[in-house]
Each structure stands twice: as structure tokens, then as C-alpha cells.
């Protein structure tokens, strides 16, 4: 199958729309989808007809008719493909691994987490998530996975698959991880960015309903952006879309782990948070959390002054993209009102005033988890398609490659 052909055909995307619609709506007949969505009657019917022959949807058991509805012959009930098939999400942060087993509804069973420097040894990550996914699988009796969703924080090259920065995850250089994991664990291996599995956490489970263009932005010991536009995740030519994180604060000398000064990672992120934090209660020792530190106003000027620097950021790419929402996640977006405080003000200051007077600023609902559901989501609904293909928006795609 052509993806990218796929992808940019409104056809396409206005069946899968229908699709989970009929996800969430139950049992359903084709009048009925066509008051839901709004859309025309053929069309329905041919993103319905297209159901049926990829197995996906059945039509049958006619529903039954109430006082006064005519004669006519009764409307068939549509009703979505039982799926059985198990599968599985792996999130590599900074500093850890997650893995999950998921369900044919693209909902967890049960996950694990190992803290350990990922950054730096690819190798043990990829060996310590093989490892959590066969035990998960053994005390839950999974058998059969149909396929492995992995995000890692990292710039991903779409068309060769390699990890290219050479100071972002440095020892992931070079490396196919979608190869290495598929030897490891003997399956079927889909990978992104996470912070794009992030936003689409956000968009199927999360803040993100409801938006058909949104930012997410995750704030954690690194920092980057997943895009959803016009309904779908957004990669851009070659994979790296939201990389904010290296974006150059001017006046800021930190050192950033790119080798440059002042990036916007440097100075904004928990690793940089925490240590201010360590420095004004020195009692609570350096490698205290600001998520653990009372409320004081000392530790809230910290966070606001961090939300600042990020929102004047987020308001040069609300100008260019004029979002409906931007959406906070991360270790450090999951404290709340502080920093999105910082947000909000930096952006009314800085977005054009009719840009910022539309946006919602909001926490993500999924909190620092919301990569590893966006991961078990996608596993979910890559089950579903012929050949595990999946669909999306952005240049540069490959085959199985694209959200």
C-alpha cells in the first residue's frame, strides 16, 4: 500500500473519521452515522462500504422499528470487528523506560517502568525494555502481540529510520531502533518521536479532544513539541518537527547537551528547575523534586519564571500556526499552576492579541504518562488497518512510518 498517497486522500481520512465514530457510538445504522457526522449520505456509505470489505465493520441484525416508522425494510446495524489481537507501547524518556501490554481496544493491561540513563546506553535501554515487555507478557498471560509502539526522545529520520543527532541521545547515534527492538523481541516494531505519541495520547484519550489543532509540549529533562494540524500529527519532511527544545534564549549562557549555550533546554527543564529549586531550600538536598517541594513562594516564582521563558517560545509558534490549545505535559507540566501561569503570561504579552485571546492553555490530562498511552493508541489502532499501516499528515513518509 502507497501511505503517502493514502494519507493525503480526504477520502481516506473522512473514512477513518467514520470509523471511530462508530468506535465510540456503539452500535450504529447509516442514518444515524450521517446525523453524527454531518456528512453525506453517500459518502457514508462508501466510507461504510470500504468498512466491510476490509473486514473492519459488520452489517446485520436490522434494527428493530418503533411505532410508526413505515413499512419500509428496517436499517441494518453497523457494528465494529471484535479485535482480539494484543499488542504493546514502549516510552524511552531521558532517564527512563516504559513499557506496557495493550489491549485490542488500544488501552493498557498493565506497564512498567525502569529508571536508568537512557541517554547513554542505548544498548541496556533497549535490552531493559525487552526485558519488562516478556515479564508483563508472562504475568499477564500475553501470548500473540501483533505489534510494538516505541516513542523516544529523540529527532527520528523518517526515511532511513536512523536516530541523526549526534549530541541528542548520543549513543543511540546511527541506530535503527526500530531494527534493534524488532531483534530483541521477535515482533513487529513501529517507531516515533515522543513527544508526537505524546500529542496523540492528548488527541485520542486526553486534553486534546475536541481540537483539531493543537500543541503539545512536553516539559521534562528535555523539552519538544508534537503538532497535531487539521486533526493529525505533524512530522514535518524528514521526522523532526518540535524540536523546540535548542531554540537560542538571547542573554542565556547554559550549556546545553547540543554543545551550543542558552537553549531553551538548558535553562527550562527539570534538571535545570530542580537544581534552582536544590539552591533556595538547601535542606532538601539536590536531588530533591520540584514536584515534591512544598508550596512556597519561593519555588512558585521559580516554576512562573521557567513558564515565562517557555511561553515566549510558544508564542512565536502560536503566531506562525495559530493553534486552538496549547497543551502542557512533562514532569514539570504536571505542576500545574505555576508554570502554565508563566505560560499564559508570556504568551497574552507576546502572541498576536488576536491569537492569544482564541488559545486555551490547559495541563495535559494524561500527565507524564501521556506517551505511553499515545503509544498503546497508535498500537490500537494500527491493529485495525490492513498491513498495520499507518496514516498521517507530513512529507518525507514511509511505508508504516507515519502517524
Not at 184 to 195: P, T, Y
Amino acid at each position: 500500500m502507497d501511505v503517502t498517497s493514502d494519507r493525503s486522500s480526504p477520502r481516506n481520512r473522512t473514512r477513518e473519521e467514520i470509523f471511530r465514530v462508530m468506535q465510540g457510538g456503539g452500535a450504529l445504522t447509516r442514518a444515524r452515522l450521517v446525523e453524527a457526522t454531518g456528512l453525506s449520505r453517500s459518502t457514508v456509505n462508501h466510507a461504510v462500504t470500504r468498512l466491510i470489505a476490509e473486514g473492519r465493520v459488520t452489517e446485520g441484525d436490522p434494527a428493530v422499528k418503533g411505532p410508526g416508522s413505515g413499512s419500509g425494510r428496517p436499517a441494518g446495524v453497523l457494528r465494529c470487528v471484535p479485535r482480539r489481537t494484543n499488542s504493546a507501547a514502549l516510552d524511552f524518556g531521558h532517564t527512563h523506560v516504559k513499557a506496557a501490554v495493550v489491549d485490542g481496544s488500544g488501552h493498557m493491561i498493565a506497564q512498567r517502568r525502569a529508571d536508568l540513563d537512557v541517554d547513554h546506553g542505548a544498548a541496556d535501554a533497549m535490552d531493559a525494555a525487552a526485558d519488562m515487555l516478556g515479564a508483563l507478557r508472562r504475568d499477564h498471560d500475553v501470548d500473540a502481540l501483533s505489534t510494538v509502539v516505541v516513542g523516544i526522545p529523540g529527532p527520528l529520520d523518517s526515511a532511513s529510520g536512523l536516530v541523526r543527532s549526534p549530541t541528542i541521545l548520543s549513543s543511540w547515534v546511527g541506530l535503527d531502533p526500530r531494527r534493534e527492538l524488532e531483534h530483541r523481541l521477535g515482533l513487529r516494531v513501529h517507531v516515533e518521536n515522543d513527544a508526537v505519541l505524546g500529542a496523540y495520547g492528548e488527541l485520542r484519550r486526553g486534553a486534546g479532544q475536541g481540537y483539531t489543532d493543537f500543541l503539545y509540549v512536553k516539559v521534562s529533562h528535555g523539552i519538544g513539541a508534537g503538532m497535531v494540524l487539521g486533526g493529525e500529527p505533524y512530522r514535518g519532511s524528514l521526522g523532526f518537527a518540535g524540536e523546540i527544545g535548542h531554540t537560542p534564549l538571547p542573554g542565556y549562557t547554559e550549556l546545553c547537551r547540543c554543545g551550543r549555550r542558552g537553549c531553551l533546554e538548558a535553562v527550562v527543564s527539570v534538571s535545570s528547575v530542580m537544581a534552582q529549586v536544590a539552591h533556595t531550600h538547601p535542606g532538601l538536598g539536590p536531588g530533591a523534586s520540584p514536584l515534591e517541594q512544598p508550596d512556597d513562594p519561593t519555588t512558585r516564582r521559580i516554576l512562573n519564571d521557567a513558564g515565562r521563558m517557555l511561553g515566549g517560545v510558544l508564542s512565536v509558534l502560536s503566531n506562525l500556526l495559530n493553534p486552538a490549545a496549547l497543551i502542557i505535559g512533562g514532569e514539570l507540566g504536571a505542576t500545574g499552576g505555576p508554570l502554565l501561569e508563566g505560560v499564559a503570561s508570556a504568551v497574552r504579552r507576546d502572541a498576536q492579541p488576536a491569537i492569544a485571546a482564541s488559545l486555551d492553555i490547559v495541563p495535559a490530562q494524561l500527565g507524564e504518562n501521556a506517551e505511553l498511552v499515545g503509544a498503546a493508541a497508535l498500537a490500537g489502532t494500527m491493529a485495525l488497518r490492513p498491513g498495520g499501516a499507518v496514516r498521517g499528515r507530513g512529507g518525507g513518509a514511509t511505508p508504516g512510518r507515519a502517524v
